[in-house]
């Protein structure tokens, strides 16, 4: 079973910056698409950016023009600026693999002071 761990959320100035990152372990199939996703208390989790196959990439137009998604081997980075408390939230990294199998991270963090 493929294992996440997430690391970059934390306590953040409004106006600032964070980088996520999550790296993928125990792997018995190529992923093949990796995301990040978002979820504030009560509410349905989102979709935030996601990078699959060949690097296409897609961003949520809440976070377009500020936020860039990476993958480098079995790690996906995702990188924001401009950050304001609307972005305050716990984020997820959510990956697939080529038999369609959904993993999910425990999720980061992120608290953004004004």
């Known amino acids: 079973q493929v294992q996440l761990v997430e690391s970059g959320g934390g306590l953040v100035q409004a106006g600032g910056s964070l980088r996520l990152s999550c790296t993928a372990s125990n792997i018995a199939f190529t992923i093949t698409d990796m995301a990040w996703y978002r979820q504030a208390q009560g509410q349905q989790r989102d979709l935030v950016a996601r990078i699959g196959s060949g690097g296409v990439t897609y961003y949520d137009a809440s976070v377009e023009g500020r936020a860039a998604i990476s993958r480098d081997m079995n790690t996906v980075n995702l990188s924001m600026v401009g950050l304001g408390p609307h972005d305050t939230t716990v984020y997820s990294c959510?990956?697939?693999?080529?038999?369609?199998?959904?993993?999910w991270g425990q999720g980061t963090q992120v608290t953004v002071s004004s």
């Open positions: 959510r990956v697939i693999d080529t038999l369609k199998a959904v993993t």
